[in-house]
């Protein structure tokens, strides 16, 4: 059974950083894209960041130059370092891995919250 934990959510000062982390279980062969999505109250889930298995990164518009995504294939890890956070980034933090895109898994979610 495929599981994605997450974990590195927090409250967090304006201007301050976090690393949330993903790890996947229960797999054989890595996800060919994992990624970052976050669901802000009353919005809808919003894509943040992904990354191909080659390290090929996309990125939202309003995270460029302040997040960066990367992970460890051989952890079966991505990780979403989060700096110059602002109070509009908090958010409930998804993680999200694939092989097709038709088939796609998600973690339970870690909260961020930003203060100003």
């Known amino acids: 059974q495929v599981q994605l934990v997450e974990s590195g959510g927090g409250l967090v000062q304006a201007g301050g950083s976090l690393r949330l982390s993903c790890t996947a279980s229960?797999?054989?062969?890595?996800?060919?894209?994992m990624g970052w999505y976050r669901q802000a109250p009353g919005k809808q889930r919003e894509l943040v960041a992904t990354?191909?298995?080659?390290?090929?990164?996309n990125y939202a518009d309003s995270v460029k130059g302040r997040f960066a995504i990367s992970r460890d294939n051989a952890l079966n890890t991505v990780y979403l370092q989060m700096n110059s956070l602002k109070p509009e980034d908090t958010a409930v933090y998804y993680c999200?891995?694939?092989?097709?895109?038709?088939?796609?898994?998600w973690g339970q979610g870690t909260q961020v919250t930003v203060s100003s």
């Open positions: 999200n891995g694939y092989w097709y895109s038709w088939d796609q898994y």
């Open positions: 229960g797999v054989t062969n890595r996800f060919n894209v």
């Open positions: 990354i191909s298995g080659v390290r090929s990164t």
